[in-house]
């Protein structure tokens, strides 16, 4: 089911005003089976496969628990375990089909549908387990508690990926809510207001410039150096504006119903350096990876050098998580030789600027920082869209060695799947959007927390603007299928 399907806009609603009427023991009960019926409509036999990883993980942490009072040796057996059941299932129905082509293993490939958000909810139970097995958490003895944490619709299937101290412990509070703390009219206008933002920037914004990438990329052989330029920073719109909706619309469903989720996004394009990028970019991802594997491998403990490596082994790791492909492993490593030289070459430049009295606390010098930042990302999403390797570098040699400014010119920018009327909506949209990163970067303000320090009909203007704007001129429809979100796949 998808958060811009008419389907949704009937279960949404349902849902949470049955969450709402319901006695506080049956709250959660409902929850998990609407949870499940959620990720049933995309494939119902797949939700075994979160049942299984929800039980495996549910009785490892009551282990480990027990564990960990009388034999620490026991409960590291138990989490090894565990850890080789859940990634042995992700291995499976993820990666097993790129290992046998990429060794050229005589092995039959498995004919399997990759299950929608496997990575996400895999994630999020491992990262609970390993905090039972630290003990930076309680284990929960309660299932539905437990396996409404693993399955929880709003971020089941793309994010944000929830920690058990923030997510698990709300979940265990929800029998102590009121009816009239859960009908807090604050918090309802503030979750409505991010799923307006949500929609506003799936359909007005990523799908109509994914129109555009499609058109380019599956033809690039045909097009020089400008139309390329125009579908990588197309591209790269479109993913930020299509993941950060997703998770946007995740978070306001959940505050409609009493649920604070993690930020996943905070304006990343503006980011002045690839460190802060991706501070800024899918945030719950680089926490746990920063938490999981980065920390455990050593961080920064073990001198510089280590440093560095460990850089380049978390950032392929995620590389891969994202996708079973080359191209999605040389876009982490891309990534992590990014980090490497930031940390190789920053204390030489702060030497010189240091010794040339520049002045970096300036307008002009963040500006071009944060535009070399975007050239440096929006460069690695080509090897991100592409099919393949190869296919990356022949976009990418096209791209610096054909000219074609005609292409833009009014005709031959009408060329690229999008009319002169849709650039003249795409165009004001991304203004709106910067406007809104920008309060984000200088305020620290999310748009519903900025909206509302506003005067109230201000508020009204604004939300009915977005929500007109995005009836009027989304992309849905006849001659339109519903586009799915792009994080799906992981």
Request: hydrophobic share 50%; glycine share 6%.
């Given at each position: 089911?998808?958060?811009?399907?008419?389907?949704?806009?009937?279960?949404?609603?349902?849902?949470?005003?049955?969450?709402?009427?319901?006695?506080?023991?049956?709250?959660?009960?409902?929850?998990?089976?609407?949870?499940?019926?959620?990720?049933?409509?995309?494939?119902?036999?797949?939700?075994?496969?979160?049942?299984?990883?929800?039980?495996?993980?549910?009785?490892?942490?009551?282990?480990?628990?027990?564990?960990?009072?009388?034999?620490?040796?026991?409960?590291?057996?138990?989490?090894?375990?565990?850890?080789?059941?859940?990634?042995?299932?992700?291995?499976?129905?993820?990666?097993?089909?790129?290992?046998?082509?990429?060794?050229?293993?005589?092995?039959?490939?498995?004919?399997?549908?990759?299950?929608?958000?496997?990575?996400?909810?895999?994630?999020?139970?491992?990262?609970?387990?390993?905090?039972?097995?630290?003990?930076?958490?309680?284990?929960?003895?309660?299932?539905?508690?437990?396996?409404?944490?693993?399955?929880?619709?709003?971020?089941?299937?793309?994010?944000?990926?929830?920690?058990?101290?923030?997510?698990?412990?709300?979940?265990?509070?929800?029998?102590?809510?009121?009816?009239?703390?859960?009908?807090?009219?604050?918090?309802?206008?503030?979750?409505?207001?991010?799923?307006?933002?949500?929609?506003?920037?799936?359909?007005?914004?990523?799908?109509?410039?994914?129109?555009?990438?499609?058109?380019?990329?599956?033809?690039?052989?045909?097009?020089?150096?400008?139309?390329?330029?125009?579908?990588?920073?197309?591209?790269?719109?479109?993913?930020?504006?299509?993941?950060?909706?997703?998770?946007?619309?995740?978070?306001?469903?959940?505050?409609?119903?009493?649920?604070?989720?993690?930020?996943?996004?905070?304006?990343?394009?503006?980011?002045?350096?690839?460190?802060?990028?991706?501070?800024?970019?899918?945030?719950?991802?680089?926490?746990?990876?920063?938490?999981?594997?980065?920390?455990?491998?050593?961080?920064?403990?073990?001198?510089?050098?280590?440093?560095?490596?460990?850089?380049?082994?978390?950032?392929?790791?995620?590389?891969?998580?994202?996708?079973?492909?080359?191209?999605?492993?040389?876009?982490?490593?891309?990534?992590?030789?990014?980090?490497?030289?930031?940390?190789?070459?920053?204390?030489?430049?702060?030497?010189?600027?240091?010794?040339?009295?520049?002045?970096?606390?300036?307008?002009?010098?963040?500006?071009?920082?944060?535009?070399?930042?975007?050239?440096?990302?929006?460069?690695?999403?080509?090897?991100?869209?592409?099919?393949s390797v190869t296919e990356a570098f022949e976009y990418i040699h096209r791209l610096l060695t054909i000219?074609?400014?005609?292409?833009?010119?009014?005709?031959?920018?009408?060329?690229?799947?999008?009319?002169?009327?849709?650039?003249?909506?795409?165009?004001?949209?991304?203004?709106?959007?910067?406007?809104?990163?920008?309060?984000?970067?200088?305020?620290?303000?999310?748009?519903?927390?900025?909206?509302?320090?506003?005067?109230?009909?201000?508020?009204?203007?604004?939300?009915?603007?977005?929500?007109?704007?995005?009836?009027?001129?989304?992309?849905?429809?006849?001659?339109?299928?519903?586009?799915?979100?792009?994080?799906?796949?992981?």
């Amino acid at each position: 089911m998808l958060f811009n399907s008419i389907s949704f806009l009937i279960f949404f609603p349902i849902v949470t005003l049955l969450y709402y009427i319901l006695p506080s023991r049956l709250r959660n009960i409902w929850l998990l089976i609407a949870s499940y019926y959620f990720y049933m409509n995309w494939n119902a036999k797949y939700a075994l496969l979160i049942l299984a990883s929800t039980v495996i993980t549910y009785l490892s942490g009551l282990l480990i628990e027990r564990s960990n009072a009388h034999n620490k040796h026991n409960s590291k057996c138990i989490l090894i375990l565990c850890l080789i059941f859940n990634l042995g299932i992700l291995f499976v129905f993820k990666y097993f089909n790129f290992v046998v082509g990429s060794l050229h293993l005589d092995v039959p490939s498995l004919d399997l549908i990759l299950p929608v958000g496997i990575s996400f909810y895999t994630f999020q139970a491992l990262g609970y387990v390993i905090d039972c097995y630290r003990s930076d958490c309680k284990a929960e003895h309660n299932f539905i508690n437990y396996a409404l944490f693993v399955s929880f619709y709003p971020q089941l299937v793309a994010g944000p990926i929830e920690r058990s101290t923030n997510l698990l412990h709300q979940i265990r509070s929800v029998s102590s809510h009121t009816r009239r703390e859960l009908l807090s009219y604050k918090r309802i206008r503030d979750g409505l207001s991010l799923m307006i933002w949500g929609l506003f920037l799936k359909l007005v914004i990523a799908d109509r410039v994914g129109i555009l990438v499609d058109t380019v990329f599956q033809e690039y052989y045909r097009y020089g150096s400008c139309a390329l330029i125009l579908g990588a920073v197309g591209f790269g719109i479109q993913i930020y504006c299509d993941f950060g909706s997703y998770s946007t619309i995740a978070i306001g469903a959940a505050k409609v119903m009493g649920f604070e989720l993690m930020d996943n996004f905070n304006a990343p394009y503006l980011a002045s350096s690839i460190g802060e990028f991706w501070r800024r970019w899918h945030i719950s991802l680089s926490i746990w990876f920063r938490d999981y594997l980065y920390i455990p491998l050593g961080g920064n403990r073990k001198g510089f050098f280590r440093k560095l490596i460990n850089i380049l082994i978390v950032f392929t790791v995620s590389g891969l998580w994202h996708g079973a492909a080359w191209t999605f492993v040389f876009w982490g490593l891309l990534h992590g030789t990014y980090q490497v030289i930031e940390n190789l070459f920053k204390p030489l430049w702060r030497k010189i600027c240091l010794n040339t009295g520049s002045n970096t606390d300036n307008f002009g010098y963040k500006a071009i920082k944060v535009l070399i930042t975007f050239i440096l990302v929006d460069f690695a999403w080509i090897f991100f869209r592409a099919t393949s390797v190869t296919e990356a570098f022949e976009y990418i040699h096209r791209l610096l060695t054909i000219p074609d400014l005609w292409q833009m010119s009014g005709e031959g920018l009408y060329t690229l799947g999008l009319s002169a009327t849709q650039f003249h909506i795409l165009i004001p949209s991304l203004l709106i959007l910067l406007f809104v990163d920008i309060i984000y970067q200088h305020k620290h303000l999310r748009f519903d927390k900025w909206l509302s320090i506003q005067w109230m009909p201000f508020r009204v203007i604004v939300l009915a603007f977005l929500l007109t704007w995005t009836i009027v001129h989304g992309i849905y429809g006849p001659g339109f299928d519903a586009r799915q979100f792009i994080y799906f796949q992981f």
